[in-house]
C-alpha cells in the first residue's frame, strides 16, 4: 500500500497532482458559474500555442505561456462583453484554436524540436520537476490570496456582471485578475494533467459541488476537495493500474460526478414526494411568507 | 397618489439632469435630444411601449449607455462611460436563477466594493438583516434564491440596492410579473423609501395600477413625449403619441384611468350578427 511512497518521483507526482487539481476546482467554480466550462479546454490548447512559441523564442515556458494564455483568456471575455452577439463558446473557439494552430504550425515549420510536447498534451508525472511543484505550489498560494482579497466582488461580477459595476465593483479588474489566474493555474498544471485533460478538472469538480449544494462558499469547498481528492487518488490508482495519469485523474471525478448526480435525483425525487403531502408546519410556514 | 409633493424643488437641488442627450448602443442611438430633470426626492415612473427607450433611460443614468450628444449630470457630477454608483434594481428576468446564491447573499452584494474580506463585520451584518426585516425576507435569508415567490425575488434585489444605502434608486420593471397585492407592497415600500429621502425612479408597464399612482409620469417613446402628473400627461393625444394607439382616458373618483379604445377581433358569427341585428 506505501510502496509507490517510496519514490521520490511518485511524492512529487502525487503532491503535483492533488494541488493542481483542487487548484483547478477552486477556479472551476468561476468558470462554471460563468458558463465558461469550454474555456479551460480552449485555453490549455492556447497555452500549447504559447509553450511552443516560447520554445521557439527560447523564452521561459512559465512566463511565456502565462502571458500567452492570459492574453488568449482577456481577448474571449472582451470580445464576449464587447461584442454581446459573440457567444463564449464561439470567442473560446475562435481565439483558442487560433492559438493552438499557431502553436502547430511553428512545429510544423521548425523541425529541430527535440523537446517533448506529448507531456504538454497528455500530462507525464514521472517529469514533474522541484520546479514544477514550486510553480504549482506558488500559483496556488497567489491564487488563494487573491480570491480571499477579492471574493465578494468576484463573486458579483460573476453573478451579475452587468450590474456589479454600479455598485461600485470595477469588473473590468475582476476579469483581468480572473484571466490571469484561469491562465497560470492552466499552465502550472500542463505538466500534470496534460493540455487536452485539464479541461475536466476544471469542470467536474464544481459541477459535482454544484449538484450537492446551493450555497456559493460551500460549492466552492466541495469543489476544491473532489478535485485534490480526484488528484490525491487518480495518481496512487494510476501507479497500480498502469494507466496515463491525467486520465486516471479525470475518470475518478468523473465516477464522484456520476455518484453526485444519483444521489442529487433522489434527494430531488424524496423532496418533491414530501411536497405532495404537506405538513402543517410547511403550510404554516408559507403562509408566513405571504403575511 | 402615493406622494403628497411631486417634483417640488428642495436646497438639495436636481438629482438627476439630462440635457439634450442623444444616446444608445453600439453606434445606433435609441433616445433623442432627451432634456429630463429628476430633483432630489422625486418619485417619477418611465412610462411607454416595448422598445422605446424606458431602460436604456434608466441605464443612461447609471453611465451604462453610450452618450452621442448632450451632458448626463447625476448628483451634481458629469457621468462618462462607466458607473454611477445608484442603487439599481434590474429586471428579474435577466437573473441567473440556478446561480448558488442565498437570499442573504444577494443582499450583501450591495457593498461587494466595501473592504477586503470575505466576510462583511458584524455591523454591517446586523445592517444587512434590518434591510431584510424591513422587507419581510429576514426569514429567508438563508433560502436559495431560486426557492422564493416573484415578490420575495423582487424584495431580494430591492434589498440588495437598500444595502448599498443609495439617495438614488433606479428600477427596471419593479411591479412586473408579481400579483395584486405584492405590486401594492412593493409601491408602499418604495413609496415610504421615497418619503425618507431617498430619489426614486422606475420604469413600468403598467400605466394604471401602477403610474396612474405616482405624482409624476414621463412617457418616452425614442424621445421625452411628455412628463408632469399622471392627471396632466394622460390625455388621448399624449397616449397616442407615445404609445401609437387610440385610448380613453377616463377619470374616477379622483384618478385619472387609461382604457383601451374598444375594437373587434375576428370575425363576428352569424349568431352574434343576428343578435345585433
Known amino acids: 500500500m506505501f510502496e509507490p511512497f517510496q519514490y521520490d518521483f511518485f511524492i512529487r507526482g502525487l503532491i503535483a497532482a492533488t494541488v493542481a487539481s483542487g487548484l483547478c476546482g477552486f477556479i472551476g467554480v468561476y468558470v462554471v458559474l460563468r458558463k465558461m466550462s469550454y474555456i479551460g479546454h480552449g485555453l490549455s490548447h492556447a497555452v500549447f500555442g504559447g509553450a511552443v512559441v516560447s520554445f521557439v523564442m527560447d523564452f521561459n515556458f512559465y512566463i511565456g505561456s502565462t502571458v500567452w494564455g492570459f492574453g488568449s483568456a482577456l481577448l474571449i471575455i472582451l470580445m464576449t462583453r464587447v461584442r454581446k452577439f459573440i457567444a463564449a463558446d464561439a470567442a473560446i473557439g475562435i481565439i483558442t484554436t487560433s492559438s493552438f494552430a499557431l502553436g502547430v504550425a511553428l512545429i510544423s515549420h521548425y523541425h529541430k524540436f527535440t523537446r517533448n510536447f506529448d507531456a504538454a498534451l497528455f500530462g507525464n508525472i514521472l517529469g514533474v520537476d522541484n520546479t514544477d511543484l514550486a510553480a504549482i505550489i506558488a500559483v496556488t498560494a497567489v491564487t488563494l490570496g487573491l480570491v480571499v482579497l477579492l471574493y465578494r466582488r468576484l463573486l458579483f461580477t460573476t453573478f451579475d456582471p452587468e450590474v456589479a459595476p454600479f455598485f461600485g465593483v470595477d469588473t473590468n479588474w475582476m476579469d483581468a485578475i480572473f484571466a490571469l489566474i484561469l491562465a497560470s493555474a492552466i499552465v502550472v498544471s500542463l505538466r500534470v494533467l496534460g493540455a487536452t485533460l485539464i479541461a475536466a478538472t476544471l469542470v467536474i469538480p464544481p459541477i459535482t459541488a454544484r449538484l450537492l449544494t446551493d450555497h456559493f462558499g460551500r460549492m466552492m469547498g466541495l469543489s476544491v476537495l473532489i478535485g485534490a481528492l480526484s488528484g490525491f487518488f487518480g495518481i496512487y490508482i494510476s501507479y497500480y493500474v498502469d494507466i496515463a495519469s491525467g486520465a486516471s485523474i479525470v475518470l475518478l471525478s468523473a465516477g464522484l460526478f456520476t455518484a453526485a448526480l444519483v444521489y442529487s435525483s433522489l434527494r430531488q425525487r424524496l423532496t418533491s414526494m414530501r411536497r405532495i403531502a404537506p405538513t402543517p408546519s410547511a403550510a404554516q410556514t408559507q403562509h408566513a411568507l405571504f403575511d | ?277
Not at chain 2, 451632458?71 to 454611477?84: C, H, P, S, T, W
Not at chain 2, 420575495?152 to 437598500?162: D, I, M, T
Request: net charge negative.
Open chain 2, 1 to 277: 397618489m402615493l406622494h403628497p409633493y411631486p417634483h417640488e424643488t428642495d436646497e438639495t437641488g436636481p438629482a438627476v439632469q439630462l440635457r439634450s442627450v442623444t444616446c444608445g448602443y453600439d453606434g445606433r442611438p435609441v433616445l433623442f435630444d432627451i432634456d429630463l430633470t429628476v430633483m432630489a426626492g422625486d418619485f417619477v415612473g418611465l412610462v411607454g411601449p416595448s422598445g422605446s427607450g424606458k431602460t436604456t433611460l434608466l441605464r443612461t443614468i447609471l453611465g451604462a449607455v453610450d452618450v452621442y450628444g448632450g451632458q448626463v449630470i447625476v448628483n451634481g457630477r458629469e457621468i462618462k462611460r462607466g458607473a454611477a454608483h445608484a442603487g439599481y434594481v434590474p429586471q428579474l428576468e435577466t437573473i441567473d436563477w440556478n446561480f448558488p446564491v442565498t437570499v442573504e447573499h444577494v443582499v450583501r452584494m450591495g457593498r461587494a466594493s466595501h473592504g477586503w474580506t470575505p466576510w462583511i463585520s458584524r455591523r454591517m451584518r446586523d445592517e444587512a438583516y434590518a434591510v431584510m426585516e424591513r422587507l419581510g425576507i429576514a426569514n429567508l435569508a438563508q433560502r436559495h434564491v431560486r426557492a422564493l415567490s416573484g415578490g420575495q425575488q423582487q424584495r431580494a434585489f430591492l434589498g440588495r440596492a437598500l444595502f448599498s444605502s443609495p439617495r438614488l434608486l433606479l428600477l427596471d420593471e419593479p411591479t412586473a410579473g408579481v400579483d395584486i397585492k405584492t405590486r401594492d407592497d412593493v409601491l408602499h415600500l418604495l413609496d415610504e423609501l421615497n418619503h425618507e429621502g431617498v430619489t426614486v425612479v422606475m420604469t413600468t408597464h403598467e400605466i394604471n395600477a401602477v403610474a396612474a399612482h405616482l405624482p409624476w409620469v414621463v412617457c418616452v417613446n425614442g424621445r421625452i413625449i411628455a412628463e408632469g402628473p399622471p392627471s396632466d400627461v394622460y390625455t388621448p393625444d399624449i397616449l397616442k403619441r407615445t404609445y401609437g394607439a387610440e385610448m380613453t382616458v377616463i377619470q374616477h373618483e379622483g384618478m385619472t384611468l387609461v382604457a383601451e379604445t374598444p375594437h373587434s377581433i375576428g370575425r363576428a358569427s352569424a349568431r352574434h350578427k343576428a343578435k345585433a341585428g
